[in-house]
T-cell receptor, first 112, second 116 residues
């Protein structure tokens, strides 16, 4: 079945550091890929998405590129802020309108 | 704000009791999803509806769980004879159904269930 694997956290960085959170997936066909973010005390919010190979999703300084050859969708940001502290979830969707399959989440803590 | 709303936000119950949660999706969203999230884990799919039709159910959804969306608007998730293992955050999401496009699922704040 479909699965998503994320690097375990917590990831602790200083403000303005470079961020990478690894995500790899297993799925048949060509799924769409997503990053969701959960800030403390809030619900899941879509951060970015990519629907086909080599697409790059971007939002709020975060980027992720859909790599079919390595089945990966790593999240990156050049300079993190304290306000980026949250839990980040990678997810895939095999067909439009169907369920999301999530990874286990990676907690990011950014220190001033 | 017309986002996804869920009620109640918190529910504490004793083992063996029945509980019911409600989800109100974003207006005109055809699809409605239920997920369950335990502490430190990612959400796991439970079931989803397109309008009033329940299209898919996860194997996680035991016979004690039932979901409805009677008029294609709000949905309810009922758990009968609750067990301590049912303690989790229950998330609802909705999305439009746009032919040919990948739709975004918008999540509600969740209902946290604690079974004593």
């Amino acid at each position: 079945g479909d699965s998503v694997t994320q690097m375990e956290g917590p990831v602790t960085l200083s403000e303005e550091a470079f961020l990478t959170i690894n995500c790899t997936y297993t799925a048949t066909g060509y799924p769409s890929l997503f990053w969701y973010v959960q800030y403390p005390g809030e619900g899941l919010q879509l951060l970015l998405k990519a629907t086909k190979a080599d697409d790059k999703g971007s939002n709020k300084g975060f980027e992720a590129t859909y790599r079919k050859e390595t089945t990966s969708f790593h999240l990156e940001k050049g300079s993190v802020q304290v306000s980026d502290s949250a839990v980040y979830f990678c997810a895939l969707q095999r067909n439009a309108g169907n369920m999301l399959t999530f990874g286990g989440g990676t907690r990011l803590m950014v220190k001033p | 704000d017309t986002g996804v709303s869920q009620n109640p936000r918190h529910k504490i119950t004793k083992r063996g009791q029945n509980v019911t949660f409600r989800c109100d999706p974003i207006s005109e969203h055809n699809r409605l999803y239920w997920y369950r999230q335990t502490l430190g884990q990612g959400p796991e799919f439970l079931t989803y509806f397109q309008n009033e039709a329940q299209l898919e159910k996860s194997r996680l959804l035991s016979d004690r769980f039932s979901a409805e969306r009677p008029k294609g608007s709000f949905s309810t998730l009922e758990i009968q004879r609750t067990e301590q293992g049912d303690s989790a955050m229950y998330l609802c999401a909705s999305s439009p159904l746009l032919a040919g496009y990948t739709d975004t699922q918008y999540f509600g704040p969740g209902t946290r269930l604690t079974v004593l």
